[in-house]
Every structure is written in C-alpha cells, then in structure tokens.
C-alpha cells in the first residue's frame, strides 16, 4: 500500500524544547525537557504548495536523520487533500476520492544530493517518486539548485558545509526573499546543546510509519539509532554558517531579471 494510506495522526509525537539542560551537561536532549506540541508548531503554516529542499550527503542520511520529518510531511500533504476530496467508498482507511484509486499525486519535494552514495535507497520511504524528486547537486551549485527549484524551506544537514556558490548575486538574494525557515538534521546534533529552536518528531512505536522507516533502515544494514531532532534556524543564521553572502558573490554579475 501507498504511504498515503498508511500514515495517520496518531504515528506522530511532535515535541519542542521548553528549558535549561540538565546540570549533568548531557547535551542530548531528553523528553523530560521537551513540551508535546503538534505538526503545526514543527511547521508552521504549511501548505501542500510548499516546495520543500533536502539537502544531505546520501539517502541513507535523509532516511536515518530525516525520516521522521519525510513521512510527517508527506502525511500532512495527503491529508490536505483527504480534507477536500473526502474518503474512497470501500476503503477502511480513507485516502482521496480521485476515481476510486487513491492519491495519484506526490509532495513537491526535492533531494538535493552532495554525493552519489545510496541513491535509490529514499525508494522504500514511498513518499515521492525517486527518479524525479532525487537529484546528484554539486556541493558548490546547491544554491543554484535550490532557487533554480524554487524551494522554500530547507532541510539541511547539519554537518555539511557548503564550499563558495556557483551563481549571481541575485541567487542570494532570491534565497533571503524567498525562504521561510531552514532546519537543520543530522548525528552532529548529538552533540549541540538544545536551545528554543530544537523540536522532535518522534515515530510513534508499532505505528505504520515507525515500520516503514524501520523497514528501510534494516533493509540498508543500518545500525545506528535513528535522530528525530530538528533545529530550526532563521535565514540569515544559515547563510552566515555557510559564508555564503555579498562578499563571496561580488565577482558576479546580476543577471536582467535579478536588478
């Protein structure tokens, strides 16, 4: 079956950071410092519209560290839908109502892709076509890629550093205009004190998304824990870690279209 019909609300545990760490100075952060919330406060204002950027090293990352994100995504994107189209007759869990046959439509998102390492393996997450949707980005023509695709919000690999763009100014300053929030993923979160911009999406043991991330992982060899930790950081936050800003786009000339 679909991920369409098999997410549900329930599969989901939405919780963001209410406090000061505990004085053992264990950086990772544990639940009783987390407040449960709800999809709406992981991302606010969401709208199926949305075109969503991945960016990691390989899929193995994306399905180990963003995982829980994908599928709460994808979940929220078919339950748009589902909310306008109402339920197929005949089937217990409803999907859309579109000729009978369920959801014939992906989120709009996009993996960008700074190595070439596992490729296929986003394939068994069932949320979006791979062989459109999963694309190999130089690291240096990320920017590019994500104004190029016109995304808006980011999810970014936290240990990935981005080397200098490819591109006009005008990608810059497309990018600050343009986006709404970044958030950041990965194992070096571990090791990052939480603070007010850390959330969790936790997959709920024995649900149907827990099951189809655990399915993945075993079918990859995978043996290190998943991480459902998100940190959310504004624009201007993310563009000064990577060193990406007028300086290092001043030899450029601005395209027609970007003065």
């Known amino acids: 079956m679909h991920t369409s019909s098999l997410c549900a609300d329930g599969d989901f545990e939405f919780s963001i950071y209410r406090g000061r760490m505990a004085k053992s100075g264990v950086n990772e952060p544990g639940q009783s410092n987390f407040a449960v919330t709800d999809f709406r406060a992981f991302w606010p204002d969401y709208s199926r519209a949305e075109r969503v950027g991945i960016v990691a090293p390989s899929t193995n990352v994306c399905v180990l560290y963003a995982g829980s994100a994908l599928l709460a995504l994808a979940h929220a994107f078919y339950s748009d839908i589902r909310s306008e189209r109402g339920p197929v007759r005949g089937i217990d869990r409803p999907s859309a109502a579109l000729n009978g046959y369920g959801f014939l439509d992906w989120p709009p998102h996009i993996v960008l892709l700074t190595d070439a390492t596992g490729s296929d393996n986003l394939r068994d997450l069932d949320v979006f076509p791979t062989e459109t949707k999963v694309i190999q980005c130089q690291p240096a023509a990320i920017m590019k890629a994500i104004v190029e695709h016109q995304i808006n919000r980011l999810l970014f690999h936290r240990s990935d550093t981005l080397p200098s763009q490819d591109g006009p100014y005008a990608y810059y300053q497309v990018f600050r205009t343009r986006f709404r929030t970044v958030y950041e ?41 998943p991480l459902d930790i998100y940190r959310v950081i504004q624009t201007d936050e993310f563009l000064a870690q990577q060193n990406i800003g007028p300086s290092e786009m001043r030899g450029y000339r601005q395209p027609s279209w970007g003065r």
């Open 185 to 225: 993923f990965g194992d070096a979160l571990r090791n990052i004190a939480a603070d007010h911009g850390t959330m969790q999406v936790k997959l709920r043991p024995g649900s149907q998304s827990e099951a189809i991330r655990s399915g993945v992982l075993s079918s990859l060899k995978e043996t290190s824990p």
